[in-house]
């Protein structure tokens, strides 16, 4: 998070290696739309992404699935900006997507890791994020950065945009702030084995949010399924009473994303839906939740970045279920570093 805060500050966001954003100021403006393409991890930050664009540059702004968006022949619009989003920069269905778009006439930038590689030379510019190389299959830190790299992006949009300047100050403070509470997140790393240990023999997880809290749930189940094997699902909390509360009993316990925003109270009739089922809740909040079994407290920062903190607790999550079930975290099963077919 250190390196890619550094970029912002030292004015060298945009590396030369993607040839930087290349995205003038008149272009910026013109940008009716913005479309982020991923697959797996990279397609949830690029569900952060497009909030914090939304957010932050109000600009339309939506992320779909990179292997989804290259089979179904999409109508590339001049004003849309296109951002494919990768760890590796060699995922084959994003490769495709982006070759997809450039021969449609699309500009197309990059939120990428490694520097390089296939996507970063086929886009128009863009960004590295600087996680250095993830170590493990799974991403995890690329993750964070790739968050951080959208909250600078949006910033940046909305700054052009004349949006105000007085948010973005409060924004970059906040960023900040984000590398000593990550820290401290960490430090409460042997709690959060004690409750990984107490929900591994889960029949099955079930994980909510609610707006920013929605891709955050959304990939701590990828990662409890990518590297525990534990059947998990996510949903948009409201989505829970559309079908999918018929699951819940107490063999399959719920993980809450609840951040400390204007949606709260509305997450807490979520937790009595699920409680009134006999579910168990492990909440991840900003302070303990009476309705949930287990709260898993994080410090507090501007909402909008909440999902960048949010989600380091349950990367530790699955990662202590793995271990807890003897799995093998730095291989697991059936998948690659990157998927290039
Ligand atoms: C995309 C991805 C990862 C996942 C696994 C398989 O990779 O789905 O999110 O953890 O490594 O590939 P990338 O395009 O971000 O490298």
């Given at each position: 998070?250190?390196?890619?805060?550094?970029?912002?500050?030292?004015?060298?966001?945009?590396?030369?290696?993607?040839?930087?954003?290349?995205?003038?100021?008149?272009?910026?403006?013109?940008?009716?739309?913005?479309?982020?393409?991923?697959?797996?991890?990279?397609?949830?930050?690029?569900?952060?992404?497009?909030?914090?664009?939304?957010?932050?540059?109000?600009?339309?702004?939506?992320?779909?699935?990179?292997?989804?968006?290259?089979?179904?022949n999409?109508?590339?619009?001049?004003?849309?900006?296109?951002?494919?989003?990768?760890?590796?920069?060699?995922?084959?269905?994003?490769?495709?997507?982006?070759?997809?778009?450039?021969?449609?006439?699309?500009?197309?930038?990059?939120?990428?890791?490694?520097?390089?590689?296939?996507?970063?030379?086929?886009?128009?510019?863009?960004?590295?994020?600087?996680?250095?190389?993830?170590?493990?299959?799974v991403?995890?830190?690329?993750?964070t950065?790739?968050?951080?790299?959208?909250?600078?992006?949006?910033?940046?949009?909305?700054?052009?945009?004349?949006?105000?300047?007085?948010d973005?100050?409060?924004?970059i403070?906040?960023?900040?702030?984000?590398?000593e509470?990550?820290?401290?997140?960490?430090?409460?790393?042997?709690?959060?084995?004690?409750l990984?240990?107490?929900?591994?023999?889960?029949?099955?997880?079930?994980?909510?949010?609610?707006?920013?809290?929605?891709?955050?749930?959304?990939?701590?189940?990828?990662?409890?399924?990518e590297?525990?094997y534990?059947?998990?699902?996510?949903?948009?909390?409201?989505e829970?009473?559309?079908?999918?509360?018929?699951?819940?009993?107490?063999?399959?316990?719920?993980?809450?994303?609840?951040?400390?925003?204007?949606?709260?109270?509305?997450?807490?009739?979520?937790?009595?839906?699920?409680?009134?089922?006999?579910?168990?809740?492990?909440?991840?909040?900003?302070?303990?939740?009476?309705?949930a079994?287990?709260?898993?407290?994080?410090?507090?920062?501007?909402?909008?970045?909440?999902?960048?903190?949010?989600?380091?607790?349950?990367?530790?999550?699955?990662?202590?279920?793995?271990?807890?079930?003897?799995?093998d975290?730095?291989?697991?099963?059936?998948?690659?570093?990157?998927?290039?077919?």
């Amino acid at each position: 998070v250190d390196r890619v805060l550094r970029g912002r500050i030292d004015d060298r966001f945009s590396t030369v290696h993607l040839g930087g954003l290349n995205l003038d100021a008149r272009e910026a403006r013109g940008v009716r739309r913005v479309k982020i393409l991923g697959c797996g991890s990279a397609y949830h930050t690029g569900l952060i992404g497009a909030q914090l664009i939304e957010e932050l540059a109000r600009i339309p702004a939506d992320a779909e699935p990179a292997s989804e968006f290259r089979y179904r022949n999409p109508v590339v619009d001049p004003d849309t900006l296109y951002i494919a989003v990768s760890q590796s920069g060699e995922t084959y269905d994003t490769l495709a997507a982006v070759q997809e778009l450039k021969r449609k006439g699309a500009r197309v930038l990059g939120v990428i890791n490694v520097v390089g590689s296939a996507i970063a030379r086929e886009t128009d510019g863009g960004v590295y994020v600087h996680a250095g190389p993830e170590v493990c299959v799974v991403s995890t830190k690329c993750f964070t950065n790739t968050a951080v790299a959208f909250a600078l992006l949006a910033l940046h949009l909305g700054r052009i945009r004349d949006l105000s300047v007085a948010d973005g100050k409060r924004i970059i403070a906040g960023l900040r702030k984000l590398p000593e509470q990550i820290a401290e997140v960490l430090r409460g790393e042997e709690e959060i084995k004690k409750l990984a240990t107490e929900y591994a023999n889960a029949k099955s997880m079930m994980f909510v949010g609610r707006v920013r809290g929605y891709p955050v749930a959304r990939e701590a189940s990828l990662k409890l399924k990518e590297v525990s094997y534990v059947h998990a699902e996510a949903y948009p909390a409201s989505e829970l009473k559309h079908g999918p509360l018929a699951l819940i009993e107490p063999e399959v316990p719920t993980v809450a994303v609840l951040p400390d925003d204007d949606l709260l109270e509305k997450n807490r009739a979520t937790l009595e839906e699920i409680k009134a089922r006999s579910g168990r809740i492990l909440a991840v909040a900003h302070r303990e939740q009476a309705k949930a079994d287990h709260t898993i407290v994080v410090p507090r920062n501007e909402v909008e970045l909440d999902p960048i903190l949010m989600g380091i607790p349950l990367q530790l999550l699955a990662y202590h279920t793995a271990l807890a079930l003897g799995r093998d975290i730095d291989k697991p099963r059936n998948l690659a570093k990157s998927v290039t077919v």
